[in-house]
């Protein structure tokens, strides 16, 4: 690589000109002529048969283009919803799913009809016009009672409610070390249920053109090309036949991955009425019907010796799976793969037991079954160390996985690549002030304040990912990445990415590795990503904080490859040996004449002329996939300070502080930026946000931002941030992921901050969120 | 989030408001600041057939002390409430809560009138009205607050009437008024005021039943000489809070009793 | 609220601090900054919490916005030329 000037540094990101000044393009800025508008008649009620559609009125009413139901769409639409292995390999009962409901509704929000006028209002109030008669059926709500015998059933025609019931690995691995175990702590963990509500609902507009066969869509996605994918094949067209867009992306955070009965049925309505369709979710519609994620529980047990050494695990993860498999459902049971965290245990057993219910589906929300985890042994780990009155940091000290271990192999035989877990603690300790916040708070506690102090030392796994590993998890296709770097006789260099950016900033760090290593300056790099009739063949799209770990290597592979070609060119134009021929700072020379050289513009230009080396082709341009050896790893420690108003319960987040490592950094100011996200979206699971649904009746209660807490400025303390640098040795770039790491490490630092501000009273273990409501009860009881 | 159709009309007077509405009849609503009536027909839980839009008169929005009242024209928006040399004077608790109602956007828009005419459980200026015995004026007849908060969004407001104004009296003394909330921005899930009136507290409640309370036993109590927390004790008397997402009835109770000790102790 | 090419200074601040991701909410949180900083030339950080409580972002942790907020209070306190752009730009 060239002497590196851009990478590391703080590089302005150059998507924000148009998103500052307005003009960004989000779905709803794209319209076609003629476009009719689809409006989604929705159950009301959780599970109930349709006896009949009443369509009559709303067919009559003014605008309305077409009302279509399950029927109408049977020769448009085949097959069933994508459902991949991801890491349980094998199912008990997965529902078909058809994008639009005929005889059974299954949760609320679950689509009866479809109205398409010339308006959105005119849409909207016919579909208010349909009547549906339903007969209501029993719902299934509580995960423990839909796996009682002789339960509700989810769906009336499954044989139970069990979607899923698969055992890593078995109790009996962790019996001898439970036998010599001195204490066993044990303890139910929830993870409340989220809504991701990015701040651009979802939509669609689509557009097939009957003539030329050929269909165009443009949706909010960090997936176009598996969007691609699922629709051509749902709607019987060659995925040449289908190209997606998914433009400006107002945030995803695993809600936009999966494809949505939406996204087949605007597409066939275009087909069916010859016309331009277009569709935007409500916010109503985002929260109730976009995926959802966690929504789980975990009975686990962890034995320990009187000294603190962690002997063994036991967890068993229950998911709420939703009415239908989400297509990434199954992703979440990661979190028994990682239930063991930074730590050396001799044992894990773990097992996850997947529960059909009739709430919305959940698929991967930010972190996607790391938080889980991270919440889980994090929790534990402190529940240890009170019951042998270990201080939290002691306990986790004395387990850590050394730095020496690397690459370690952890229970589940996954290979952490590298780590320094008591680096990031040191620093983050120092940073707090831990052992003067230890002192305050022994001052506080004599005054009869509860205030605590939280740790986080998370680990995580992302950069999906190996092909050994993901192909399995899909049903076929590795998720790898790919890019294509094309050169212009002038020099300008164009590159294409299959991963999506959608607030994560890849149209600047991409170019910075780039730029960097092609020595150009920046503004002569172009970056595109999110169109299917651009670059290579397949792009994998952005989730699991891969895009820089494997896509961003892609890229630098790419690089290297037009680098390799304008070497051989160069050592002809030189006519010197290729292997003589240097390229650094943005200029190719013959090894010891530097003073003799050839930018890499005027190679480019000579790559489109005459009297190319023999068999060399014209053009200078490269495509490449990666398919990396192993995911990366990132770590780090988390600090949380709170205080609990005694009489009411309130929490006041007074300090946090977060040492991250990502490995290599290519601009901190982004990976800061992801940090602050993903850590408030933490703190808004632990003490704001949960989707709560009426546990008779299946009715959703929070649908509407007044009730589904999504903090505000005012809400947010402010950060304290720092790094350690470890490499990643899986990749060239030494880099790993940043996306996901606020959001999977500061849960458990908050609640583990309320828990200590609490244990004077006794209180152990306290769920999320904790609301003021829920800790005034448990200090009430407690005080007893 | 698209409302159903409706009929629009601007008024210029009050008259003229009041003949549009005689003409729409039942089912024509008042849009004043929109910040409660919009959004409920966004969702399609409020479907008037008609809109009579009154912030084009003039007028409505005045702030004036005459003798120990003070007028508040229903029209004046929360930020002007809050802003008023002449409230932050003669009822500093008013403009104190005027800056605790939404957020910028509302505080902009949402009028007085508005929130005492849809007399929602949660609004902050109804629990001021009650405690300070303020009278709700309107083209037909001045009604004083205990007679105009009935129920839940119920007042006895007819299908043709309008608030125009809120007389409340020039008090000055201690007061406070604290709003429990989860965010910022949030409705109370308990609201407590407390104000001095001629050496004697007055103490209100936001959102511990479907209308405002005024919490006479704890006035009682400390008029008899009781210290804050023994009185503040009181302040869930007879109540029978429903309870919501955020707050399980119990709790409603409980905050109301150490929010109004809190409201008296920190009053200023 | 641009001049041409040349940013308002909530906007060069909003670019500077890294105060959006996906930008979605972005629009709407430098018009809360105009009227803030309108009305509080030389707010806290607490005030601006409370000045932009009405608008919501799902990216940014409202960190680097806050910040963004108090550069840009900076930028407009020295060179007051640009105080009556944004009054032009809060209404």
Not at chain 1, 197 to 214: H, I, N, Q, S, T
Not at chain 1, 280 to 294: A, L
Not at chain 3, 10 to 17: G, S, T, V
Not at chain 3, 45 to 69: H, M, P, Q, S, W
Request: charged share 25%.
């Amino acid at each position: 690589m060239a002497v590196t000037q851009l990478v590391g540094a703080k590089i302005h990101r150059r998507e924000d000109p148009r998103l500052i000044t307005g003009h960004g393009h989000y779905i709803d800025d794209f319209t076609r002529q003629g476009t009719a508008y689809a409006s989604f008649v929705r159950s009301p009620v959780a599970h109930a048969r349709v006896k009949s559609i009443d369509v009559t009125d709303a067919s009559k009413a003014p605008g309305v283009v077409g009302v279509y139901t399950a029927r109408d769409f049977k020769g448009q639409l085949a097959g069933t919803h994508p459902a991949a292995p991801a890491f349980v390999a094998e199912k008990k009962y997965v529902p078909e799913r058809f994008p639009i409901a005929e005889k059974e509704v299954t949760y609320q929000g679950e689509i009866v009809a479809v109205v398409l006028a010339e308006s959105k209002g005119q849409a909207a109030d016919a579909a208010n016009m349909i009547q549906v008669d339903y007969d209501d059926l029993p719902v299934v709500m509580d995960l423990e009672k839909a796996l009682a015998k002789g339960a509700p059933k989810a769906h009336e025609a499954g044989p139970d409610n069990v979607c899923w019931d698969f055992t890593y690995t078995p109790l009996d691995l962790t019996e001898a070390a439970f036998k010599e175990a001195d204490v066993v702590v044990k303890e139910r963990v929830l993870q409340n249920r989220l809504a991701p509500v990015p701040m651009e609902p979802r939509g669609v507009l689509a557009d097939y053109e009957g003539f030329d066969k050929k269909l165009t869509m443009w949706l909010s996605s960090q997936n176009p090309h598996f969007i691609r994918l699922f629709v051509s094949g749902a709607l019987g067209l060659r995925e040449s036949q289908v190209r997606v867009i998914s433009p400006d992306v107002g945030g995803g955070f695993g809600s936009k991955i999966s494809p949505y009965p939406e996204d087949y049925l605007v597409p066939a309505l275009s087909r069916m009425t010859a016309r331009p369709v277009k569709w935007i979710e409500t916010r109503t519609e985002s929260i109730q019907n976009s995926t959802h994620g966690r929504g789980q529980f975990y009975d686990c047990e962890v034995a320990a010796k009187k000294d603190g050494t962690l002997l063994a695990m036991r967890v068993v993860q229950y998911v709420d799976v939703g009415a239908y498999h989400g297509t990434f459902g199954a992703f979440q049971p990661v979190a028994c793969l990682m239930a063991g965290g930074g730590y050396k245990w001799k044992g894990i057993s773990a097992r996850t037991v997947g529960v059909l219910t009739n709430r919305v589906p959940t698929d991967p929300y930010r972190g996607a079954g790391r938080p889980e985890a991270t919440h889980l042994v994090e929790r534990m780990v402190d529940l240890v160390a009170l019951e042998l009155k270990m201080d939290p940091v002691d306990i986790r000290r004395k387990n850590f996985i050394q730095p020496e271990d690397f690459p370690f192999t952890q229970n589940f035989g996954l290979v952490v690549d590298s780590g320094d877990y008591d680096k990031s603690l040191d620093k983050a300790l120092e940073l707090a002030g831990y052992a003067e916040l230890r002192k305050k708070q022994a001052d506080l506690r004599k005054q009869g304040r509860y205030m605590g102090i939280g740790l986080s030392t998370w680990i995580e796994l992302c950069g999906f990912g190996p092909s050994a590993a993901t192909a399995p998890a899909t049903g076929g296709i590795a998720l790898v990445e790919s890019a294509q770097v094309r050169v212009t006789p002038t020099g300008a260099v164009i590159v294409y990415t299959g991963t999506h950016s959608h607030g994560q900033g890849h149209e600047t760090t991409f170019s910075q590795i780039v730029a960097d290593q092609l020595g150009v300056p920046l503004d002569s790099v172009e970056l595109r990503h999110g169109d299917t009739a651009e670059g290579t063949s397949f792009g994998y799209g952005t989730y699991g904080s891969r895009s820089l770990a494997v896509g961003g290597v892609a890229i630098s592979k790419a690089v290297g490859k037009v680098i390799d070609k304008g070497k051989k060119l160069a050592a002809h134009i030189f006519e010197a040996a290729e292997e003589d021929v240097v390229f650094e700072h943005g200029n190719f020379h013959v090894k010891g004449s530097p003073d003799k050289s050839k930018a890499f513009g005027e190679v480019a230009f000579a790559s489109y002329g005459m009297g190319l080396p023999e068999g060399m082709e014209q053009g200078l341009e490269a495509v490449a996939y990666f398919d990396p050896p192993n995911l990366v790893w990132p770590f780090g420690a988390h600090v949380a300070v709170v205080e609990i108003d005694a009489e009411t319960g309130s929490v006041k987040l007074e300090k946090y502080v977060a040492v991250d490592d990502c490995g290599n950094i290519i601009n901190p100011m982004i990976v800061d930026g992801q940090i602050h996200g993903g850590v408030v979206q933490a703190i808004a699971q632990a003490l704001y946000e949960e989707v709560v649904y009426d546990e008779s009746s299946g009715q959703l209660k929070t649908g509407t931002m007044i009730d589904y807490l999504v903090p505000s400025a005012g809400e947010i303390p402010p950060f304290i941030l720092d790094k350690t640098i470890t490499p990643s040795p899986t990749n060239d770039l030494g880099v790993k992921g940043i996306g996901e790491a606020g959001t999977i490490a500061a849960s458990v630092a908050v609640i583990n901050a309320i828990c200590d501000a609490l244990s004077p009273l006794g209180i152990k273990h306290v769920d999320m969120p904790a609301t003021p409501d829920k800790l005034w009860h448990m200090m009430k009881e407690a005080r007893k | 989030m698209i409302p159903a159709a409706f009929e629009y009309a601007k008024a210029s007077s009050v008259d003229e408001a009041v003949k549009l509405l005689d003409k729409f009849g039942e089912d024509a609503k008042v849009l004043a600041g929109g910040h409660s009536l919009i959004p409920l027909m966004r969702l399609r839980l409020a479907q008037p057939k008609a809109l009579v839009d009154i912030n084009g008169i003039k007028g409505l929005d005045h702030i004036e002390a005459k003798g120990d009242k003070l007028h508040v024209g229903a029209l004046t928006r929360h930020f002007a409430i809050h802003s008023s040399d002449v409230i932050r004077d003669k009822l500093p608790i008013l403009a104190e809560v005027a800056s605790e109602v939404g957020d910028n956007q509302v505080r902009n828009m949402g009028t007085i009138g508005g929130v005492v005419a849809h007399a929602d459980a949660a609004g902050d200026y109804p629990t001021i009205a009650l405690m300070l015995d303020a009278d709700i004026v309107t083209n037909r007849r001045t009604i004083p607050a205990k007679d105009f908060f009935k129920d839940l969004f119920t007042t006895p407001l007819q299908a043709n009437e309008i608030v125009t104004e809120v007389v409340f009296p020039v008090a000055n003394g201690p007061h406070k008024y604290i709003k429990f909330r989860r965010r910022l921005f949030d409705w109370a899930i308990v609201g407590a005021a407390a104000q001095k009136v001629d050496g004697h507290w007055r103490i209100g409640l936001t959102n511990v039943g479907p209308t405002p309370v005024r919490a006479k036993a704890v006035e009682d109590a400390l008029g008899k000489g009781a210290k804050p927390e023994e009185a503040a004790q009181h302040a869930s008397d007879g109540l029978n809070p429903a309870g919501d997402l955020r707050a399980s009835p119990e709790y409603k109770k409980h905050l109301a009793r150490v929010l109004t000790r809190r409201a008296i102790e920190q009053a200023q | 609220m641009a001049n041409g090419d040349e940013l308002h200074p909530i906007q060069q601040a909003f670019w500077d601090e890294h105060g959006l991701q996906c930008g979605y909410c972005t629009p709407g949180f430098i018009m809360a900054a105009a009227y803030l900083l309108e009305q509080n030339p030389n707010p806290t950080e607490d005030e601006i919490r409370r000045g932009l409580e009405g608008n919501l972002c799902r990216c940014t942790g409202y960190v680097n916005i806050v910040k963004a907020v108090q550069t840009a209070a900076r930028t407009m306190s020295s060179t007051p030329a640009r105080k009556t752009q944004v009054t032009a730009g809060g209404n």
